[in-house]
């Protein structure tokens, strides 16, 4: 029985959890380059249950007989970042940019790197090529990007030309996805330095989250119903328990 309340609790708290990581997905599920999260669920170690043998057996065989396993509960072993691509929207904005592949290096003004799909870019009072955050973003070598203020164009592989001379390269790179740290709605931060690549930028694009607002709202409901029937078998336990207790000081008594 009090395997039973454990196995309650776990299942409540990963439910908790499962639940707060959903709402954040149904949060952005307009947030511009926005990389859904998801659960991943481990179970802990089964306990088998056992009986003894009836008196009558013969002393070897006195032993305890296993006739099954019980669950111990469960836990929201770790989160994970759902790295496919969003759909992507025609803005015509001339610094609207969307990937088809790895991620836009953007610096911070303090100096540190992050990695972001949202390219919703335009230039700060310095001319300098920067993020709807203020951040830089940087070229093939890892500088910011100044821009002139003609008309610009940008190429799939990142080339930034105005009247026809070259501007500029925009840095973009990727990664396998366990080197991934999410730090922030759409911006993520590593340990090493990506690989270089030809992201097949588009302009005039964006690209959105890839929340599927229907599959979330359709777990919610599923963590919500579970987190509740836990809550009931939590209480029936719990004045079983009571009931018990009662019964023991009475016998006692």
Not at 58 to 71: C, D, H, M
Not at 162 to 183: K, M, N, S, Y
Request: charged share 15%; aromatic share 10%.
């Amino acid at each position: 029985m009090i395997k039973g309340l454990y196995t309650a609790f776990t299942a409540l708290d990963g439910a908790w959890q499962y639940q707060d990581m959903l709402a954040n997905n149904i949060a952005n599920a307009t947030t511009t380059g926005f990389k859904r999260e998801v659960a991943v669920r481990q179970s802990f170690s089964d306990v088998l249950l056992s009986r003894q043998v009836p008196v009558p057996a013969p002393l070897s065989a006195r032993i305890q007989e296993v006739v099954g396993q019980i669950g111990t509960g469960s836990f929201v072993a770790e989160f994970s970042t759902d790295f496919a691509g969003g759909a992507f929207a025609s803005t015509g904005g001339e610094l609207d940019l969307a990937l088809g592949a790895g991620f836009f290096s953007v610096e911070t003004p303090d100096g540190q790197i992050f990695y972001t799909r949202d390219g919703r870019f335009g230039r700060d009072a310095y001319g300098d090529l920067v993020t709807s955050h203020g951040y830089y973003v940087l070229d093939a070598d890892g500088a910011h990007i100044n821009l002139p203020s003609e008309r610009l164009s940008v190429a799939p592989d990142g080339q930034v030309t105005a009247a026809g001379e070259p501007v500029a390269t925009i840095q973009v790179v990727d990664f396998a996805p366990a080197q991934l740290t999410r730090a922030g709605e759409a911006y993520f931060s590593a340990q090493e330095p990506g690989v270089l690549i030809d992201g097949g930028i588009r302009q005039g694009y964006l690209e959105g989250s890839n929340t599927n607002l229907v599959e979330e709202l359709t777990s919610l409901l599923a963590v919500q119903r579970t987190y509740q029937a836990n809550q009931t078998i939590l209480a029936r336990l719990d004045g079983t328990l009571d009931l018990a207790a009662g019964q023991l000081g009475q016998m006692g008594g």
